[in-house]
């Protein structure tokens, strides 16, 4: 069972994860924008530059879908349910919510 101080702490680090992840956003929509298609740069530079955007395509995708998790948990944190695992009911470890806020699941059922 979580403390009101570690409500409070998560909080606070939720709102830290969800700061970083807006930035990161913005770059990344920055890098992934369309690569032109007459571009100067040449072939190799080209091919490069599309290998890129796949890369930043899908770590857009991914810091989309963790932001999303963490705003949905922010919310979550005064719930009495959160801290413990929605597959098998008990307590995750503080250490694993201070490193990954956004995760429901216990280590044991995340794998
Ligand atoms: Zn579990």
Redesign the pocket.
Same mark, same amino acid.
């Given at each position: 069972m979580l403390s009101e101080e570690q409500r409070t702490e998560i909080k606070a680090i939720i709102e830290t994860m969800i700061a970083e992840a807006e930035k990161e956003l913005l770059l990344l929509k920055e890098l992934t924008a369309a690569v032109a298609p007459d571009t100067a740069i040449g072939r190799i530079s080209r091919m490069d530059a599309i290998n890129n955007k796949t890369v930043n395509d899908a770590a857009y995708r991914n810091t989309r879908k963790r932001l999303k998790q963490l705003y949905n948990v922010q919310e979550m944190v005064d719930d009495p349910s959160y801290g413990k +695992?929605?597959? /098998?009911?008990?307590p995750?470890a503080y250490e694993r919510i201070m490193i990954m806020p956004e995760k429901r699941? +216990?280590v044991? /059922?995340?794998t």
């Open positions: +695992c929605v597959r /098998c009911g008990k995750i699941v +216990c044991h /059922c995340s």
